[in-house]
C-alpha cells in the first residue's frame, strides 16, 4: 500500500537505500554502492512535510520509498529506492504513478528527475515512464543547482541527466 511516511519509517527507509543501492557495484559503480545513504534528519525534513511516500509489503513493513521536493515550482523526485527482494514487481513505476497523479491534482504540470543515463535501471526506466531528457542549455535555475551539485560531489564519473515528464492535469 503507497501512503505518506510517517516518522517511524524513517529507519526502513534508510536501511532500503543502502540494500537498493548495493545493486550499483555489480555494474562497477561501487562508489554509489558504498556511499552513504541520506541522513535520518534529511529524511525527517521530508517526512515532516508530507514529500516522503512509501509502499509497503502485506505484512504492512516499509519496502519502498520516494522523496519529492519541489524546485522552481516543479515537482522533482529526489529518490526512488525499492528493496532489492521487491525490485521488478512494478513497486518504483506504481510509486512513480502515484506521485506523478498527486502532482497532477496539485496542478502541477510537470515533474523532473536526475539519473544515471546509462544505467539500465535508471534513464531508460524513467524513459519508458514517460520522462525526457532535458538538454543541459534548457536547464531550470534548480536543476542546474542540482546538478552542480552532483558534480561537486563526484557522480558525474559516469553520465548524468536530468529529465522530465509532462504531466496531463
Ligand atoms: C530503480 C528502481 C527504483 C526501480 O524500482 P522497481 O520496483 O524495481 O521498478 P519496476 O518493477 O517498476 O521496474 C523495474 C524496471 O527496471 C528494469 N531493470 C531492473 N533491473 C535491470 C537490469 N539489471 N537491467 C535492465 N533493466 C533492469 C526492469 O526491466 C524494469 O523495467 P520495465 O518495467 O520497463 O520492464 C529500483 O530498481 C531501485 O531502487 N534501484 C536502486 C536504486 C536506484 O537506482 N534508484 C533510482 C535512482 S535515485
Known amino acids: 500500500m503507497i501512503r505518506l511516511a510517517q516518522e517511524d519509517d524513517i529507519r ?33 525534513g521530508y517526512q515532516r512535510s508530507d514529500r516522503a511516500w512509501v509502499d509497503t509489503d502485506d505484512l504492512g513493513r516499509v519496502v519502498a520509498y520516494l522523496l519529492l521536493e519541489v524546485l522552481d515550482g516543479v515537482p522533482h523526485i529526489e529518490q526512488v529506492s525499492v528493496h532489492p527482494s521487491y525490485a521488478g ?29 546509462e544505467v539500465p535501471w535508471n534513464a531508460p526506466y524513467y524513459a519508458r515512464l514517460g520522462f525526457e531528457a532535458v538538454p543541459a542549455s534548457q536547464l531550470s535555475p534548480g536543476l542546474r543547482h542540482v546538478r552542480a551539485h552532483e558534480t561537486a560531489i563526484g557522480l558525474d564519473e559516469w553520465p548524468r541527466t536530468a529529465m522530465r515528464r509532462a504531466l496531463s492535469n
Open 89 to 117: 514487481q512494478g513497486k518504483g513505476r506504481q510509486l512513480i504513478e502515484a506521485v506523478a497523479e498527486w502532482a497532477g491534482l496539485q496542478g502541477f504540470s510537470s515533474l523532473t528527475l536526475t539519473t544515471f543515463t
Open 12 to 44: 526502513s527507509m534508510m536501511s532500503i537505500e543502502r540494500a537498493a543501492d548495493a545493486v550499483f557495484r555489480d555494474i562497477g559503480m561501487a562508489a554509489i554502492a558504498d556511499a552513504e545513504p541520506m541522513p535520518a534528519d534529511a529524511l525527517h
